[in-house]
């Protein structure tokens, strides 16, 4: 099964996606509809019975407001090979905020004083039931299934200090979607290609058989120290080819189209929007502090 949460009349609406038709749902979104227990069973009863909606529709981010949104990176073998890094014994997590998210064919638009804007493709767990302090059985159960996601980071923020959040949390620059697909029907355990494109340039080509830590064990890791909830988004990592580990490294610019394929689920479709300010938003280096 096909979820999706469409925007209709300046507001938002869950939806199933079939082959041939889109069937509105009686919920604001996906993340309101996986707080329901039976959130299976009322999507499947509306693909039964109910109108059908335009085909053409305007999505949103496909949980647009998760009470949680927690990132894992260097968690590819690949990644963390081209990054020159160890292994690592524990995932490496950083969090986003909510309103970082966007629409899975939004404009993403930064402006220029963010430089080193990069691409990351990625597959998305959601969360369809309540976790806390999980054993990996129930973390894998408790997913209710996968979306695809571009966490496009700004490099020049992300390196501030050795806390990445500034160049991860940009306003509205984590298209999320197109669709949740239920976690019966795909398994990237066994492998779904990721592929990530600059103007039709591959420059990405992932498979997520390649993860170090899958989403049953990110999910049962996180909920050791905080609950997750129905709708909450865990980013898994992405894969080798970030345009910071080319040399010299590579960023988008503004005209760019960026698209994340992910195998079984569909195509993110992101143009780029670098827009010129004065505003001087970088506080430069720290002031010496003199001892006490």
């Known amino acids: 099964m096909r979820l999706g949460t ?16 889109v069937v509105p749902l009686p919920f604001a979104d996906v993340g309101e509809l996986l707080g329901h227990p039976t959130w299976r069973d009322i999507a499947e009863s509306a693909l039964a019975g109910a109108p059908d909606m335009p085909a053409d529709l305007d999505l949103a981010p496909v ?11 260097h968690n590819y073998a690949g990644h963390i090979r081209e990054m ?4 690592p014994q524990h995932p490496t997590l950083f969090a986003k905020f909510a309103d970082t998210l966007t629409g899975p064919s939004d404009v993403v638009t930064v402006p220029d004083w963010a430089e080193g804007l990069d691409w990351e493709a990625e597959l998305a767990a959601v969360v369809g039931a309540p976790l806390h302090r999980a054993t990996r059985a129930e973390a894998a159960a408790a997913i209710a299934g996968w979306t695809a996601a571009n966490d496009l980071s700004v490099r020049s923020w992300q390196r501030h200090t050795g806390q990445w959040l ?9 298209p999320l979607g197109p669709v949740l ?10 492998g779904l290609a990721l592929t990530c494109r600059v103007n039709g340039e591959v420059v990405q080509r992932g498979d997520t ?12 890791y996180i909920s050791s120290f905080t609950a997750l909830a129905p709708g909450d988004v865990v980013l898994t990592g992405t894969p080798a080819g970030v345009g910071a580990a080319e040399t010299p490294p590579r960023s988008l610019a503004d005209g760019d189209l960026v698209e994340v394929d992910l195998e079984g689920v569909g195509v993110l479709r992101t143009p780029i929007r670098i827009e010129t300010t004065r505003r001087d938003a970088d506080p430069g280096p720290a002031k010496e502090v003199p001892h006490e």
Request: proline content about 8%.
């Open 63 to 73: 949980v647009p407001r998760p009470s949680k949104v927690v990132c894992c990176g």
């Open 209 to 220: 058989a390649d993860l170090v830590f899958d989403a049953a064990a990110l999910l049962s």
């Open 181 to 190: 697909v239920t976690a019966d029907e795909l398994d990237p355990g066994a």
């Open 6 to 21: 469409a925007r209709v009349d300046g507001a938002t609406r869950a939806v199933v996606v079939a082959e041939r038709s």
């Open 166 to 174: 500034p160049g991860k949390s940009f306003d509205r620059t984590t």
């Open 84 to 87: 020159g890094r160890p292994v």
